[in-house]
């Protein structure tokens, strides 16, 4: 994968990244890396060369916050163990604690009628 070049004028992007179990999250803290479905990909493939930074919002029964690193490849990882996965790309946590929901409160959903990030 490629380090995207610095895109000072795009907007940041925000995704919520939901996870089947918290296994997912520990890999994802421990290694940087995260695997999403194959129906995700070309969203944040897309967002990720068309933005000046991806922000990822992890929700599990605890949360983080992260920064998507690079692009997804076509590389798969056996980490999750699960073949509904698809390519591996990098992410740099930001905070890997839980994040209470009034810290995105300022995050609006254009694609849900502007209602607020929860």
């Known amino acids: 994968s490629k380090s995207p070049s610095p895109r000072p004028n795009m907007p940041f992007r ?8 918290v296994q ?6 421990q290694k940087g890396i ?4 194959p129906s995700n ?3 944040l493939n897309r967002a990720f ?9 992890f929700s599990f ?3 983080g916050f992260a920064r998507m690193a690079s692009d997804i490849g076509c590389e798969k990882s056996q980490d999750w163990g699960s073949s509904g996965f698809g390519g591996v790309f990098k ?4 905070q890997k604690e839980s994040i209470p929901f009034h810290f995105a409160h300022h995050l609006l959903n254009p694609w849900n009628d502007n209602k607020k990030v929860q």
């Open 14 to 21: 925000y995704f919520i990244m939901k996870s089947s179990n």
């Open 24 to 29: 997912n999250i520990d890999i994802s803290q």
């Open 91 to 94: 992410v740099e946590w930001i």
């Open 34 to 37: 995260w695997s999403t479905t």
């Open 41 to 43: 990909e070309r969203k």
């Open 49 to 57: 060369w068309e933005s000046s930074t991806v922000y990822l919002i």
């Open 61 to 63: 029964g605890r949360s």
